[in-house]
C-alpha cells in the first residue's frame, strides 16, 4: 500500500511537469489566444476579494428582461461556485459534477433543515427519516456511505464543520442565514483531506451589499392532528448593510419550535397477558413482535445567532469575521399504552421503561476570520475557525433492573462536549503559460472530553451521582496541497493536484469505573496520506461540455471510533485506538448538453472501490470492536435535465447505484456481497415551478428507493419499527406577493399522505404557512 501511494505520487509530479511544458509549448505557438485565456481567468479577481462575490450569482449573458405580470424574463445566468478550485468558477468550467442551491431555490420550497434544501440535488441522498425532530440526519454523495464515520465534508463559509467527536455535523442553524449551498460531487481529499470522500457541501452564508431587513413568521401543523409535527412555529428576524462602502456587517435570529409527533414505537416480545389493545407486527428480520403503544410526541426546539462584519480595507483586501452560536433541545412528552387490563384501565405493561425514550440537545459557537489580499498578480487568502461544541449530551432511562419508571427513577447521562481548531493559508498564482496555480498549507486540531454519569433521575439533567466513564483524546493534522489549472487549449483545461497530510493523535485516556482493566493510557500515533487528484475539463462544440476525473481520498478515523467505548446492556461497544485511516480511489465521466432554448442535460457515470473501511466486529454478542475490516464499491450513474418554457421551470433527476457492496470485511463475512447499508439503489427526483407576476407555485416529487440498516441485509421487512422503507413523496408550495414589501404562502408537505418507516415512523401529510417581509 505505501508503494503504491509513492508510485501515485511520482506519477503525479511527473503529469505536472509534462502538463507544464505541453502547456508552455501551446502559449508558444498561440499566445495571442493563451494570454485571453489567462485573462478571462484572472478577470475579477484583480478587481474584487472573492469574499466579497461570495453568495452572488454572476451575469454572464445578459438578455433584455422585461416586466409586468406574467412577462418573460428571458435572463441567462451562470452561477459562479468557489469550493470546486478553492477559486471562482462557472458551473461549466469546474472539473468535477457541481451543484449551487441558491436562495431563491430554497424558497421555492419548505424547507425546514439545511439539509433538506440538498434532498432534490443530483447524487445526494439526504437522510433525515422525521423531519425536524431526526437527530441522526445525514448526507452522502454518489453512494458513499457514512457508517461508522461520517465520509462527506461539511464547510460553512469555507471552515470545517465536521465534529472532532464523530466527525458528523447536526445540521442546526437557520435556513434564512443561506446565500447559498455549493455541492461538489467525487473525492476532493487533493484540496480539502480528510472527510472530502464523498464530496464537499460548502454553506455560505449572507453578506448584503445594501440595506437589507427580513422578517419570517409561520405556523403549520400537521393535517390529521398527531400523524406530523404539531404546533411548527418559526420566526426570522435579520438585518445586513454596507456602510461608506467599506463597513459591511449583517446580524440574524432564528427560532423554531414543534409540539411533535409520536415518532418511536414501543414493542413486546409478546402480548403481556391479561391486556388487550397489542398489535401483532414483526421485527425488521421476520420475528413475530407486538405493538404496545409510543414513546410520546417527540418535540423539538432550536435557534440560531449570526454575526458578521467585514472591512474593505481597499478593493483588493478585506477581513471578514463572524460569529454563529446554534443551541438545540429534543424531548418526549408521555408515552401512550394502546394496552388496557380487564377493567378497561390503560396499563402500561411489561414495564414502564419499554415505553421511554431518550431526550437531549447541543450547543456551539462558531468563530470565524477570513483575510484576503492581492500581493502582485496572487491572491492570498487566510482563513481561521474555531467549532466549539459547548455541550453534547443525551439523557437515558434504565432499561435494565433496576428500571426508570416515567415519573423518573435512575438512568444516565452522556456528554461529549469537543473542539476543533483550524487554520488554511491558500495562495492563488496566475502563470504566464496559461497556469493558475493553487498552493497551500492546512492545519486542524481536534479535541474531545466524553463523560458518562449516573443520574438518581433520568429526567433531571442535574441529578448526577458517580462518574462512570471518561474518555479524552486530541487530534492534529498538518497539510500541504497544490493544484495546477493548465488551458492545454482554448476548449481544453486539465487540472492536476495533489495533497499530503500528516495525522497525529495524542493524549487517549479510557476510564470506566469500576470495570478491570481500566484506566488506559493510549500512544501517540502518526500516519501519512497523500491524496493525488486528475481532472480534464473539454468543450468540443458550443454549449457541450465533457468532464473526466480520478482521484483518491481519505478518512482519518474520528476521536469517537478510537477512544470512546460504551455499554448496551450486557454488550460491551469498544473503540480501537489502532485504526488506520479509510481510503478510496474513484473516477467519473459526465457529459453536460445545452439542447434547444432553456433546455440542458447531463449524465454522469461513477466508481468508488473503498480500502480500510471501518466495523464494529459482530463475533460475539457481548464483545464488538472497530477494526479496518471492510473493502467495497459502488458504480452508478446520475442523469438530470432541465427545461425553461415561459412561466414554467421543469426539471428531474435520477440517481442509481447498479453496484453497491461489500467486497471484503473479516470483521462480519456475512456482509460480503451484501448491500452498503443505509444507500438507496434508486433515487428520483423531480417537479415544476410556476411564475406569473407575483404569483409562485412549486411541486416536486421524490422516491427514495429501499435500504438496509443492517450489514447483512437482512431487515428485508417492510412497514415495520425500525424499517427502511421505499416511499415517494409529493410537496408543493404556493406564494404571493401581496404588496411590495409582503409576501404571503402556503405550503403542503407529503400531500398523499405517505405512512412509512424511516427506522422511525415518517411524519404524515402536514401544512405550514409563512408571512415575509423585506424592506
Same mark, same amino acid.
Given at each position: 500500500?505505501?508503494?503504491? #501511494?509513492?508510485?501515485?505520487?511520482?506519477?503525479?509530479?511527473?503529469?505536472?511537469?509534462?502538463?507544464? !511544458?505541453?502547456?508552455?509549448?501551446?502559449?508558444?505557438?498561440?499566445?495571442?489566444?493563451?494570454?485571453?485565456?489567462?485573462?478571462?481567468?484572472?478577470?475579477? @479577481?484583480?478587481?474584487?476579494?472573492?469574499?466579497?462575490?461570495?453568495?452572488?450569482?454572476?451575469?454572464? *449573458?445578459?438578455?433584455?428582461?422585461?416586466?409586468?405580470?406574467?412577462?418573460?424574463? +428571458?435572463?441567462?445566468?451562470?452561477?459562479?461556485?468557489? /469550493?470546486?478550485?478553492?477559486?471562482?468558477?462557472?458551473? =461549466?468550467?469546474?472539473?468535477?459534477?457541481?451543484?449551487?442551491?441558491?436562495?431563491?431555490?430554497?424558497?421555492?420550497?419548505?424547507?425546514?433543515?439545511? =439539509?433538506?434544501?440538498?434532498?432534490?440535488?443530483?447524487?445526494?441522498?439526504?437522510?433525515?427519516?422525521?423531519?425536524?425532530?431526526?437527530?441522526?440526519?445525514?448526507?452522502?454523495?454518489?453512494?458513499?456511505?457514512?457508517?461508522?464515520? !461520517?465520509? %462527506?465534508?461539511?464547510?460553512? =463559509?469555507?471552515?470545517?464543520?465536521?465534529?472532532?467527536?464523530?466527525?458528523?455535523?447536526?445540521?442546526?442553524?437557520?435556513?434564512?442565514?443561506?446565500?447559498?449551498?455549493?455541492?461538489?460531487?467525487?473525492?476532493?481529499?487533493?484540496?480539502?483531506?480528510?472527510?472530502?470522500?464523498?464530496?464537499?457541501?460548502?454553506?455560505?452564508?449572507?453578506?448584503?451589499?445594501?440595506? +437589507?431587513?427580513?422578517?419570517?413568521?409561520?405556523?403549520?401543523?400537521?393535517?390529521?392532528?398527531?400523524?406530523?409535527?404539531?404546533?411548527?412555529?418559526?420566526?426570522?428576524?435579520?438585518?445586513?448593510?454596507?456602510?461608506?462602502?467599506?463597513?459591511?456587517?449583517?446580524?440574524?435570529?432564528?427560532?423554531?419550535?414543534?409540539?411533535?409527533?409520536?415518532?418511536?414505537?414501543?414493542?413486546?416480545?409478546?402480548?403481556?397477558?391479561? %391486556?388487550?389493545?397489542?398489535?401483532?407486527? /414483526?421485527?425488521?428480520?421476520?420475528?413475530?413482535?407486538?405493538?404496545?403503544?409510543? *414513546?410520546?410526541?417527540?418535540?423539538?426546539?432550536?435557534?440560531?445567532?449570526?454575526?458578521?462584519?467585514?472591512?474593505?480595507?481597499?478593493?483588493?483586501?478585506? &477581513?471578514?469575521?463572524?460569529?454563529?452560536?446554534?443551541?438545540?433541545?429534543?424531548?418526549?412528552?408521555?408515552?401512550?399504552?394502546?394496552?388496557?387490563?380487564?377493567?378497561?384501565?390503560?396499563?402500561?405493561?411489561?414495564?414502564?421503561?419499554?415505553?421511554?425514550?431518550?431526550?437531549?440537545?447541543?450547543?456551539?459557537?462558531?468563530?470565524?476570520?477570513?483575510?484576503?489580499?492581492?500581493?502582485?498578480?496572487?491572491?492570498?487568502?487566510?482563513?481561521?475557525?474555531?467549532?466549539?461544541?459547548?455541550?453534547?449530551?443525551?439523557?437515558?432511562?434504565?432499561?435494565?433492573?433496576?428500571?426508570?419508571?416515567?415519573?423518573?427513577?435512575?438512568?444516565? &447521562?452522556? +456528554?461529549?462536549?469537543?473542539?476543533?481548531?483550524?487554520?488554511?493559508?491558500?495562495?492563488?498564482?496566475?502563470?504566464?503559460?496559461?497556469?493558475? &496555480?493553487?498552493?497551500?498549507?492546512?492545519? #486542524?486540531?481536534?479535541?474531545?472530553?466524553?463523560?458518562?454519569?449516573?443520574?438518581?433521575?433520568?429526567?433531571?439533567?442535574?441529578?448526577?451521582?458517580?462518574?462512570?466513564?471518561?474518555?479524552?483524546?486530541?487530534?492534529?493534522? !498538518?497539510?500541504?496541497?497544490?493544484?495546477?489549472?493548465?488551458?492545454?487549449? *482554448?476548449?481544453?483545461?486539465?487540472?492536476?493536484?495533489? #495533497?499530503?497530510?500528516?495525522?497525529?493523535?495524542?493524549?487517549?485516556?479510557?476510564?470506566?469505573?469500576?470495570?478491570?482493566?481500566?484506566?488506559?493510557?493510549?500512544?501517540?500515533?502518526?500516519?501519512?496520506?497523500?491524496?493525488?487528484?486528475?481532472?480534464?475539463?473539454?468543450?468540443?462544440?458550443?454549449? /457541450?461540455?465533457?468532464?473526466?476525473?480520478?482521484?483518491?481520498?481519505?478518512?482519518?478515523?474520528?476521536?469517537?471510533?478510537?477512544?470512546?467505548?460504551?455499554?448496551?446492556?450486557?454488550?460491551?461497544?469498544?473503540?480501537?485506538?489502532?485504526?488506520?485511516?479509510?481510503?478510496?480511489?474513484?473516477?467519473?465521466?459526465?457529459?453536460?448538453? *445545452? &439542447?434547444?432554448?432553456?433546455?440542458?442535460?447531463?449524465?454522469?457515470?461513477?466508481?468508488?472501490?473503498?480500502?480500510?473501511?471501518?466495523?464494529?466486529?459482530?463475533?460475539?454478542?457481548?464483545?464488538?470492536?472497530?477494526?479496518?475490516?471492510?473493502?467495497?464499491?459502488?458504480?452508478?450513474?446520475?442523469?438530470?435535465?432541465?427545461?425553461?418554457?415561459?412561466?414554467? #421551470?421543469?426539471?428531474?433527476?435520477?440517481?442509481?447505484?447498479?453496484?453497491?457492496?461489500?467486497?471484503?470485511?473479516?470483521?462480519?463475512?456475512?456482509?460480503?456481497?451484501?448491500?452498503?447499508?443505509?444507500?438507496?439503489? +434508486?433515487?428520483?427526483?423531480?417537479?415544476?415551478?410556476?411564475?406569473?407576476?407575483?404569483?409562485?407555485?412549486?411541486?416536486?416529487?421524490?422516491?427514495?428507493?429501499?435500504?438496509?440498516? @443492517?450489514?447483512?441485509?437482512?431487515?428485508?421487512?417492510?412497514?415495520?419499527?425500525?424499517?427502511?422503507?421505499?416511499?415517494?413523496?409529493?410537496?408543493?408550495?404556493?406564494?404571493?406577493?401581496?404588496?411590495?414589501?409582503?409576501?404571503?404562502?402556503?405550503?403542503?408537505?407529503?400531500?398523499?399522505?405517505?405512512?412509512?418507516?424511516?427506522?422511525?415512523?415518517?411524519?404524515?401529510?402536514?401544512?405550514?404557512?409563512?408571512?415575509?417581509?423585506?424592506?
Amino acid at each position: 500500500m505505501k508503494s503504491l #501511494r509513492v508510485l501515485i505520487f511520482i506519477s503525479c509530479l511527473i503529469l505536472l511537469c509534462a502538463s507544464a !511544458y505541453g502547456a508552455e509549448q501551446q502559449a508558444a505557438q498561440t499566445p495571442d489566444a493563451g494570454k485571453e485565456q489567462q485573462k478571462g481567468k484572472e478577470a475579477g @479577481n484583480s478587481e474584487t476579494p472573492p469574499a466579497v462575490r461570495e453568495g452572488k450569482e454572476a451575469n454572464v *449573458k445578459n438578455a433584455p428582461k422585461s416586466t409586468g405580470a406574467g412577462a418573460e424574463a +428571458e435572463t441567462s445566468l451562470e452561477e459562479v461556485i468557489v /469550493t470546486a478550485t478553492r477559486s471562482e468558477k462557472t458551473l =461549466d468550467n469546474v472539473p468535477g459534477d457541481s451543484h449551487v442551491v441558491t436562495k431563491k431555490d430554497i424558497e421555492k420550497r419548505n424547507i425546514k433543515t439545511i =439539509d433538506e434544501a440538498l434532498s432534490m440535488t443530483p447524487g445526494v441522498y439526504d437522510r433525515r427519516g422525521k423531519g425536524l425532530l431526526d437527530t441522526r440526519a445525514d448526507v452522502s454523495i454518489r453512494g458513499v456511505p457514512s457508517g461508522s464515520g !461520517y465520509r %462527506t465534508l461539511i464547510m460553512k =463559509d469555507g471552515i470545517p464543520m465536521n465534529t472532532a467527536y464523530n466527525g458528523g455535523y447536526d445540521w442546526v442553524g437557520a435556513i434564512g442565514d443561506v446565500e447559498r449551498i455549493e455541492v461538489v460531487e467525487g473525492p476532493f481529499s487533493s484540496l480539502y483531506g480528510g472527510n472530502a470522500m464523498g464530496g464537499v457541501i460548502n454553506i455560505i452564508t449572507r453578506m448584503p451589499e445594501k440595506s +437589507e431587513f427580513v422578517s419570517k413568521t409561520g405556523y403549520g401543523s400537521s393535517w390529521y392532528r398527531g400523524t406530523a409535527m404539531d404546533d411548527l412555529w418559526r420566526s426570522y428576524v435579520s438585518y445586513g448593510n454596507r456602510i461608506a462602502d467599506k463597513f459591511s456587517f449583517f446580524v440574524s435570529y432564528g427560532f423554531q419550535s414543534t409540539n411533535g409527533y409520536p415518532s418511536d414505537m414501543a414493542t413486546s416480545s409478546a402480548c403481556p397477558a391479561g %391486556t388487550t389493545g397489542c398489535v401483532r407486527t /414483526t421485527t425488521t428480520s421476520g420475528s413475530t413482535t407486538y405493538l404496545v403503544g409510543d *414513546k410520546g410526541d417527540n418535540k423539538w426546539w432550536d435557534y440560531s445567532i449570526l454575526v458578521k462584519a467585514a472591512y474593505d480595507f481597499s478593493k483588493d483586501t478585506r &477581513l471578514l469575521v463572524s460569529y454563529n452560536r446554534t443551541r438545540s433541545k429534543y424531548d418526549y412528552d408521555n408515552p401512550h399504552t394502546w394496552l388496557t387490563n380487564a377493567a378497561g384501565v390503560p396499563v402500561y405493561r411489561p414495564r414502564e421503561a419499554t415505553y421511554l425514550s431518550t431526550f437531549g440537545g447541543g450547543e456551539a459557537n462558531l468563530y470565524t476570520a477570513v483575510f484576503d489580499t492581492l500581493i502582485g498578480s496572487s491572491r492570498a487568502k487566510l482563513s481561521l475557525g474555531i467549532n466549539d461544541i459547548q455541550k453534547n449530551w443525551y439523557s437515558s432511562p434504565n432499561t435494565s433492573a433496576p428500571y426508570a419508571t416515567i415519573n423518573g427513577g435512575p438512568g444516565k &447521562l452522556s +456528554e461529549s462536549p469537543s473542539q476543533n481548531y483550524y487554520a488554511d493559508l491558500q495562495f492563488t498564482i496566475p502563470l504566464p503559460l496559461n497556469n493558475i &496555480l493553487t498552493v497551500g498549507g492546512t492545519f #486542524r486540531h481536534g479535541n474531545l472530553e466524553s463523560k458518562e454519569y449516573s443520574l438518581s433521575n433520568w429526567r433531571v439533567e442535574s441529578s448526577t451521582t458517580a462518574l462512570t466513564l471518561k474518555a479524552e483524546g486530541k487530534d492534529y493534522n !498538518y497539510a500541504l496541497f497544490i493544484q495546477d489549472e493548465i488551458g492545454i487549449m *482554448k476548449n481544453l483545461t486539465a487540472y492536476l493536484g495533489v #495533497r499530503g497530510d500528516l495525522w497525529m493523535t495524542s493524549d487517549g485516556y479510557m476510564e470506566r469505573v469500576g470495570v478491570a482493566g481500566y484506566p488506559q493510557n493510549y500512544d501517540s500515533r502518526t500516519e501519512a496520506a497523500v491524496s493525488p487528484k486528475f481532472a480534464l475539463v473539454y468543450k468540443p462544440l458550443d454549449g /457541450t461540455t465533457l468532464r473526466a476525473s480520478v482521484g483518491r481520498s481519505f478518512r482519518p478515523p474520528s476521536l469517537y471510533e478510537l477512544y470512546r467505548t460504551w455499554t448496551m446492556g450486557s454488550t460491551e461497544y469498544k473503540a480501537n485506538p489502532n485504526l488506520k485511516p479509510e481510503t478510496m480511489t474513484s473516477w467519473d465521466i459526465s457529459i453536460g448538453q *445545452k &439542447l434547444w432554448q432553456g433546455a440542458k442535460a447531463k449524465v454522469t457515470y461513477f466508481e468508488n472501490y473503498f480500502e480500510d473501511m471501518i466495523y464494529r466486529n459482530a463475533l460475539t454478542s457481548t464483545n464488538r470492536i472497530l477494526l479496518n475490516a471492510g473493502g467495497a464499491e459502488t458504480k452508478g450513474f446520475v442523469g438530470e435535465v432541465e427545461q425553461k418554457i415561459r412561466w414554467f #421551470r421543469l426539471f428531474a433527476n435520477a440517481t442509481w447505484l447498479t453496484v453497491s457492496k461489500i467486497t471484503e470485511n473479516p470483521a462480519i463475512p456475512a456482509s460480503v456481497g451484501k448491500k452498503i447499508t443505509m444507500q438507496p439503489d +434508486e433515487i428520483y427526483n423531480g417537479g415544476v415551478d410556476f411564475t406569473y407576476g407575483p404569483f409562485f407555485a412549486n411541486v416536486n416529487g421524490s422516491y427514495i428507493g429501499k435500504r438496509y440498516s @443492517n450489514d447483512t441485509n437482512n431487515d428485508v421487512v417492510n412497514g415495520v419499527p425500525g424499517s427502511y422503507d421505499p416511499f415517494f413523496l409529493l410537496n408543493a408550495k404556493i406564494s404571493y406577493t401581496i404588496m411590495k414589501h409582503a409576501t404571503v404562502s402556503f405550503a403542503v408537505d407529503n400531500i398523499l399522505d405517505k405512512r412509512y418507516y424511516s427506522s422511525y415512523l415518517a411524519p404524515g401529510r402536514s401544512w405550514f404557512t409563512e408571512l415575509t417581509l423585506k424592506f
